[in-house]
């Protein structure tokens, strides 16, 4: 069983950058496909990004595209997520989420399935973006 602990959040100011990272422990996620997803106060999970292997070609919500970098490193057991240029309208909690079915199909699958129906959840980081 996967376990997924993210850290990294805090508070920043627009403009600036964060990075965060998702640590997993209980077994090797090198065959999941790892994701990203955040949940703003009042409003539904949603996808940001998802990876299958490292070098694959990600997959990224129209939103973060070009500002937002996620990446893996599976000797770590770990993947992170670079977020540039921040906008107070990514405020929210972030999550780190592993599914091995994803790997097998795509990236974007991971966007696509149900979020119930994805292997493991970290339990979130929060990211506040200052105005």
């Known amino acids: 069983q996967v376990q997924l602990v993210e850290s990294g959040g805090g508070l920043v100011q627009a403009g600036g950058s964060l990075r965060l990272s998702c640590t997993a422990s209980?077994?090797?996620?090198?065959?999941?496909?790892m994701g990203w997803f955040r949940q703003a106060p009042g409003k539904e999970r949603e996808f940001v990004a998802a990876?299958?292997?490292?070098?694959?070609?990600?997959y990224y919500t129209d939103s973060v595209k070009g500002r937002f970098t996620i990446s893996r490193d599976d000797a770590a057991n770990t993947v992170y997520l670079q977020m540039n240029s921040l906008r107070p309208e990514d405020t929210a909690v972030y999550y780190c989420?592993?599914?091995?079915?994803?790997?097998?199909?795509?990236?974007?699958?991971?966007?696509?399935?149900?979020?119930?129906?994805?292997?493991?959840w970290g339990q979130g980081t929060l990211v506040t973006v200052s105005s």
């Open positions: 989420a592993a599914d091995r079915d994803c790997f097998t199909t795509s990236s974007q699958a991971m966007a696509e399935v149900p979020l119930n129906a994805l292997d493991a």
């Open positions: 209980g077994r090797s996620v090198s065959n999941y496909a």
């Open positions: 990876i299958r292997w490292s070098g694959s070609w990600p």
